[in-house]
């Protein structure tokens, strides 16, 4: 597995906030989905560092959406994850499940 593939768990966690979000995946919103989901704080600037890692990486794309004039004129990067990204997602959802099915046999 090249190191590109890998997703550390923060990354993980904003890749599904982003699919969680849909059309509407920006930074504040993929902020908000994560706190309202794990009921910790995160800052906007982490989740930006981490959004430009995952489009990086190939997880994710990127494009400008409109101008508003509540932004100042400014306008939003609104990401959507890419077909690599939902294989990639539920590849580490299937690994989780296999140990998870191993963990449960053992009857712990």
């Keep these: 597995m090249a190191d590109n ?7 993980e ?5 982003v699919i969680l979000a849909r059309e509407e995946a920006y930074g504040i919103t993929v902020r908000e989905a994560y706190i309202r989901q794990f009921g910790q704080d995160i800052s906007l600037s982490a ?3 981490v959004l430009r890692r995952l489009e990086k990486k190939g997880f994710t794309r ?3 959406g409109g101008a ?12 959507e994850v890419t077909r690599y990204g939902y294989t990639r997602a539920a590849e580490i959802q299937e690994q989780r499940n296999r140990v998870w099915d191993l963990i449960l046999k053992l009857g712990i």
């Design 47 to 49: 989740v930006h560092t």
């Design 62 to 64: 990127s494009k400008l």
């Design 68 to 79: 508003s004039a509540e932004r100042g004129g400014r306008r939003k990067r609104l990401y």
């Design 5 to 11: 593939d890998r997703l550390g768990n923060l990354e």
């Design 13 to 17: 966690m904003i890749l599904l906030m």
